[in-house]
């Protein structure tokens, strides 16, 4: 039902815009100077005030905030309301200042409930050993934000976990530290889907016997209680899986590897040891073998690799890892690698890559491969030698 309704509203902003542009508004320049002729068409109808707010949410423009922040307080709409936030933090994350804002709900916000409207969480994008920042924040009336900031590993569990009261602006400068610092940007979630898994991850580093966490449920009882209910990946609220599934994607998923934040994935050594070894006894095998064979047998061992990464704990690590990408692109702005990355998720939690290739994983395998081979080369050129010379 909840991919459904996403499915549908992207859909209202796709024909929202093409209303716009039969009327002469240029939606493809995000430029500043489009911001008054945008603010001209709100209130029309529905799917347009979707997409000049969508519109409004890529011109890094303080006008274009003015104007949100403006319909934001004239709105009940819900969507139109949701909408409106996702612009917003879009623009602040450019540096832009975003107002703080009173939750709907303030008033039983300040009694301690947790509420969706009063609620937000945002993540960042997963590194190469599958470790992701997770914020979630509770808005108070008059004592600013109450916030849990973790470091969770999709493998250790929950690394670190602190708690701060801070002021919206705050906020905003050390999500644009992250940004300037790492060049990742902290984008908006479900809370509940932060919640759940920052509940998962210290249940992980509990059961290794991590310690350091004792704070835990003190920190979260600030904004909420009960035990999290296991739900569906948000990232398919918004993204159809089935159309993302169309046409190449295994062929073109191989340019998910060209986004910044693949550059440095690296698969852990001990998924790909075992093939590591593989790959040293086929060239030190005794075995005559033409360019032709060698490449058919580095090849097969590569297939091996992927789909024993699709088997398994790894699967289910590897699909939330890029489920987690595919919902950082699609808010970064990459909706088609945000599809790809959907597209990959979906076919590694199946269990089996399949009969075709998934160019994506072939290639994470390859690099990894290279990576740690290098590494090899380099520690047996660093080893001292034991023969002495005359």
């Known amino acids: 039902m909840r991919v459904a ?9 796709k024909k929202g815009l093409e209303a716009l542009r039969e009327i002469g ?4 320049n995000a430029s500043p100077s489009l911001v008054p002729q945008l603010q001209q068409q709100l209130g029309r109808e529905p799917q347009t005030d979707l997409a000049v707010v969508w519109m409004l949410g890529k011109i890094a423009d303080q006008a274009a905030v003015d104007v949100l922040v403006q319909l934001e307080r004239e709105t009940r709409d819900k969507a139109l309301k949701k909408e409106i936030r996702r612009s917003l933090f879009k623009l602040g994350q450019k540096g832009l200042h975003v107002p703080d804002s009173q939750p709907a709900a303030a008033s039983t ?18 590194d190469g050993a599958g470790g992701r920042l997770l914020w979630i924040v509770k808005p108070q009336a008059g004592q600013g934000l109450h916030t849990i900031q973790a470091m969770v590993s999709d493998r250790e569990g929950l ?7 801070i002021r919206r602006k705050e906020m905003r400068d050390m999500f644009r530290e992250i940004k300037e610092k790492h060049g990742i940007s902290m984008v908006p979630v479900s809370w509940e889907y932060a919640d759940e898994t920052i509940c998962a991850a210290y249940e992980t580093a509990k059961a290794q016997g991590r310690s350091g966490l004792e704070n835990f449920h003190e920190l979260r009882a600030v904004i909420g209680v009960g035990k999290p209910k296991p739900q569906d990946h948000p990232v398919y609220r918004q993204i159809n899986v089935d159309s993302a599934r169309d046409g190449d994607w295994r062929e073109q998923s191989r340019r998910l590897l060209e986004e910044p934040e693949f550059r440095y994935w690296v698969l852990e050594e001990d998924w790909v040891s075992p093939y590591l070894s593989q790959l040293e006894d086929a060239k030190s095998s005794r075995l005559v073998l033409n360019a032709v064979q060698k490449e058919e047998r580095f090849a097969g061992i590569v297939r091996d690799a992927v789909k024993a990464l699709c088997a398994g704990e790894l699967g289910r690590v590897l699909q939330r890892r890029m489920e987690d990408m595919a919902l950082y692109l699609l808010e970064t702005g990459r909706e088609e690698s945000a599809k790809l990355s959907a597209a990959v998720a979906v076919q590694t939690g199946s269990g089996d890559p399949g009969p075709l290739d998934i160019s994506f994983l072939t290639g994470l395998v390859q690099k990894s491969f290279a990576f740690y081979l290098s590494q090899q080369k380099t520690k047996q050129t660093e080893e001292p030698s034991l023969i002495v010379r005359p």
Do not use: F
Not at 5 to 13: M, T, W
């Open 109 to 126: 916000a300040a009694l301690g409930s947790w509420t969706s409207a009063g609620v937000e969480a945002y993540m960042s994008a997963v």
């Open 25 to 28: 508004v240029a939606v493809d």
């Open 5 to 13: 309704k996403a499915k549908s509203q992207e859909k209202e902003i």
């Open 159 to 165: 690394l670190r976990i602190g708690g701060a009261r």
